[in-house]
Nanobody, 115 residues
Framework: QVQLVESGGGLVQPGGSLRLSCAASGSILSINVMGWYRQAPGKQRELVARITSGGSTNYADAVKGRFTISRDNAKNTVYLQMNSLKPEDTAVYSC?????????WGQGTLVTVSE
């Protein structure tokens, strides 16, 4: 079993920054993909960014150049550094881990970008 615990969400003004963290525990394999998804009110969940255990990354077009995903394999932790935040980035951000074809999810953390 795998557990994912996110932290770092909150309220930030437009143009500000936040850093999300997601710590994975349990039966973590050396080869996996970790990522961040978000779901805004009334919208479908969408991929924000993901990173393989080898360090390859990909980003949604909406966040390229503003968000950076990274990971610490020794700590089984993935991070999302979010800069130049916009009101449209407001959403519940959820951590995801995929290994051996199975997907695991965290409980989500709310990010609100507002004056």
């Amino acid at each position: 079993q795998v557990q994912l615990v996110e932290s770092g969400g909150g309220l930030v003004q437009p143009g500000g920054s936040l850093r999300l963290s997601c710590a994975a525990s349990g039966s973590i394999l050396s080869i996996n993909v970790m990522g961040w998804y978000r779901q805004a009110p009334g919208k479908q969940r969408e991929l924000v960014a993901r990173i393989t255990s080898g360090g390859s990354t990909n980003y949604a077009d909406a966040v390229k150049g503003r968000f950076t995903i990274s990971r610490d394999n020794a700590k089984n932790t993935v991070y999302l550094q979010m800069n130049s935040l916009k009101p449209e980035d407001t959403a519940v951000y959820s951590c995801n881990l995929i290994q051996r074809g199975l997907a695991y999810w965290g409980q989500g953390t709310l990010v609100t970008v507002s004056e």
